[in-house]
């Protein structure tokens, strides 16, 4: 029986939540609104000359074949998937390894957490000076040592999977912690009870724990995609800058650039709005459609 | 009581008028490390020098993170009295009529005396409009140069003191700087800043059409002419054999060179102080090679950064200001400027002042840029570049240079891209301020 309690004052709710909502509607609902209004504007930075252009910001994203908008979407969408995919399956295999009785297993413990406390600028510097090509110790070992040509100043995959592994190794950490507390909450019981029933390790892992898993997977696929579409733009910003030409310029990194660096704010706000959207829908699908598999 | 209150409030009246506080004026700028100290002790001691106005630099980010901070605070209504803007942001600063006071209004208005004639014109000229009024004070400005390594020289059996002078001389010693051993011939920073535009104006034909744009928003880019076609595409064909190594945008190439990988290195005459501290080799500065031809070279231009009055603020600051701009201008701390950084003096008189006290027989680089800039009166084509929306027509020609060295386009079809999408980023600029 739960328990519910009913304010007697008919104001008192709506001061409660009246602070939470001030920090919403300034952090949130206002530059959505101020963005959706100057995307429809060609504009000076300064703010003196506004000249209304209806839904060209828009439309050249789309039409200009310059523009190359859909191929940014691609790799953003690319980027994200590999980052998830990649720090999922390592952090769950390294977890699965250090939830069995180990020697120095906190010392293995805090080692697999510790890449999280380090800044993603300062993650982004150090994957840059390892594989610096000019300069880069990985880099040089690459070539002498395997005869591998690094250069992602210039070889589009070579920056994309560099940009991957730097962004996976930090999230590693994250869904390490996650899936570490989520194999030890597996009833022991079960674990054993199959056990005697004859299934082996690697049955025990798909039939037993991994779905006993789906709620600690389900929160990280979401978290990860997030991450890998917009919280890497540190890395992004020190290590490639959207290059060679655009092959990495994933769609936060343009929202920015144009905005930010080439103060075209109009095409800027577009690209946001876009941005916005497809988070709002992405959200929608995910906790309409993936959810309901998920097994609590 | 009341009485006492107001002879306390006379009292004080008097007081504050007698022992008022100097005005204070905000210096926002993108110095850092040795030029960011520099910044400091200049605006010391202009303080010193007078009661009246108090210089405060404030360390804003990089020129971007200023520009914008200055926009934003300038739409705020709350602008710095001064901004450093980068000379990718002048027609920006330029167009925004009534936003910026230009200097030549600003020492007229504040009864300055006031000499155009003074500064060194190519610097001058990036930042003046066509009729040659100055509308920003150019504060730290460089050009692109030649650097050489010449232990490599030696090394590969060539002369240290002769450096190439022309482009053909210089492929060729490159190709036997890679035969020697090194791990590439040359490299080069600022693909758009130093092969581009600095080349455009060496070689003196257009970068742009209306005098690279000083003389009009309808400009348009036409450097995709055959000379630089040819240039690109020797370049283009020299990376394929490792003679030619790719370092990445803006400064980005420069460990190549001071790690000895490459022998020859393009790069702004600000990072000879850089070069100094971390090169473990004898290096020289030598200028840019050119394609021969009549009348040829021309004179290179300039880079870096000048500074911008706002308007909106109290008047009294900007008798502040002008006064600040003529001690700037001052032989003395455009030598004490020149010597530290490595950015060039923008008068004919610190330059005179620095060659007296014999600077330039320990340090020839400098001068090299120097005699660079003045090797001839500027034209139409070696003034300067004057474009809206230019940082976004650099990133275009970043990213197609990138895609040219990758193979994914030819080197024609990459320079027609660059001038077609650059221009379409002109048109728009012109829409919006026509």
Redesign the interface.
């Given at each position: 029986m739960v328990q519910q309690y009913e304010f007697k004052a008919k104001y008192l709710p709506y001061i409660l939540v009246l602070p939470q909502m001030v920090i919403v509607f300034i952090f949130f609902f206002w530059p959505s609104l101020q963005a959706i209004f100057q995307s429809f504007f060609?504009?000076?930075?300064?703010?003196?000359?506004m000249?209304f252009v209806g839904l060209e910001n828009y439309t050249v994203l789309f039409t200009?074949p310059?523009s190359d908008y859909a191929e940014s979407f691609r790799i953003s969408v690319a980027f994200a998937v590999a980052v998830a995919a990649l720090s999922m399956v390592i952090a769950l295999f390294l977890a699965t390894q250090a939830n069995k009785k180990l020697r120095f297993s906190s010392f293995y413990k805090t080692m697999m957490i510790w890449p999280y406390a380090v800044a993603t600028m300062v993650a982004g510097v150090l994957w840059l000076f390892m594989f610096?090509p000019?300069?880069g110790i990985i880099a040089w070992f690459l070539k002498h040592r395997f005869g591998i040509e690094w250069?992602h100043?210039?070889?589009?995959n070579q920056a994309f999977w560099l940009l991957t592994f730097a962004a996976s190794w930090k999230q590693i950490s994250y869904n390490f912690v996650f899936f570490l507390a989520g194999l030890q909450s597996v009833p022991n019981d079960l674990v054993e009870a199959a056990a005697i029933d004859g299934a082996g390790p690697t049955r025990r892992f798909w039939t037993i724990i991994f779905p006993l898993l789906s709620p600690t997977t389900f929160y990280l696929l979401v978290m990860n995609l997030v991450y890998g579409f917009f919280e890497t733009f540190p890395i992004i910003h020190q290590v490639t800058?959207?290059?060679?030409?655009?092959a990495t310029s994933i769609l936060v990194y343009k929202v920015w650039?144009?905005g930010?660096?080439?103060?075209?704010l109009g095409s800027s706000s577009a690209q946001s709005v876009i941005l916005m959207v497809m988070v709002i829908a992405l959200t929608v699908v995910q906790f309409r459609y993936i959810e309901r598999r998920v097994h609590y | 009581m009341k009485r006492l209150v107001a002879v306390l409030l006379v009292l004080m009246a008097v007081v504050t008028t007698a022992f008022a506080a100097p005005v204070n004026i905000d210096f926002w700028h993108s110095m850092t490390g040795k030029n960011a100290e520099y910044v400091q002790i200049i605006c010391d001691r202009f303080n010193a020098s007078q009661k009246n106005y108090t210089v405060t630099p404030v360390f804003k980010g990089s020129y971007s993170d200023s520009m914008n901070a200055g926009i934003a605070a300038f739409r705020a209504k709350q602008p710095p009295a001064i901004v450093q803007v980068y000379e990718v942001g002048t027609a920006t600063m330029m167009a925004a009529q009534g936003a910026v006071k230009p200097v030549y209004q600003l020492m007229k208005e504040a009864g300055q005396k006031f000499d155009p004639k003074i500064y060194i014109p190519t610097i001058t000229s990036y930042y003046s409009t066509s009729k040659g009024e100055m509308l920003s004070l150019p504060f730290n400005s460089s050009t692109s140069v030649m650097y050489y390594n010449k232990d490599a020289f030696r090394k590969a059996g060539l002369d240290p003191e002769k450096p190439p002078v022309t482009w053909p001389q210089f492929f060729e010693m490159a190709k036997k700087l890679k035969a020697s051993g090194m791990e590439g011939g040359f490299s080069t920073n600022w693909i758009s800043w130093i092969q581009l535009e600095n080349f455009a104006a060496w070689h003196n034909i257009p970068f742009g059409t209306k005098s690279n744009g000083f003389a009009g928003l309808d400009t348009e880019l036409v450097f995709n002419s055959p000379l630089v076609v040819k240039h690109f595409e020797t370049i283009y064909e020299l990376s394929k054999d490792k003679v030619f190594i790719y370092g990445g945008r803006e400064n980005k190439a420069n460990p190549l060179f001071s790690s000895g990988q490459v022998g020859m290195h393009f790069e702004s005459i600000g990072g000879y102080a850089n070069f100094k501290n971390t090169c473990k080799f004898d290096f020289g500065v030598a200028r840019l090679p050119y394609y021969e031809g009549a009348g040829l070279p021309q004179n290179s231009i300039i880079g870096g950064a000048s500074l911008w009055v706002f308007n909106g603020r109290p008047k009294q600051e900007y008798k502040g200001v002008a006064e600040f701009f003529s001690f700037l201008s001052t032989p003395e701390i455009q030598a004490l400027w020149h010597q530290n950084t490595g950015y060039l003096p923008i008068t004919m008189a610190a330059y005179e002042l620095t060659k007296s006290q014999g600077f330039y027989d320990k340090n020839p680089g400098p001068e090299v840029a120097i005699k660079q800039l003045l090797n001839k009166a500027p034209t139409a084509n070696s003034m300067g570049i004057r474009f809206g929306n230019f940082n976004v027509i650099r990133e275009i020609e970043d990213q197609t240079w990138e895609d040219i060295l990758a193979g994914k386009i030819s080197v024609k079809d990459g320079l027609d891209r660059m001038v077609r999408e650059g221009n379409v980023k002109l048109r728009e600029f012109e829409r919006l301020y026509k």
């Open positions: 060609l504009q000076d930075p300064f703010g003196g000359r000249i200009n310059d610096n000019n300069v250069s100043l210039l070889n589009a800058a959207g290059g060679p030409g655009k650039r144009d930010v660096v080439n103060l075209d | -």
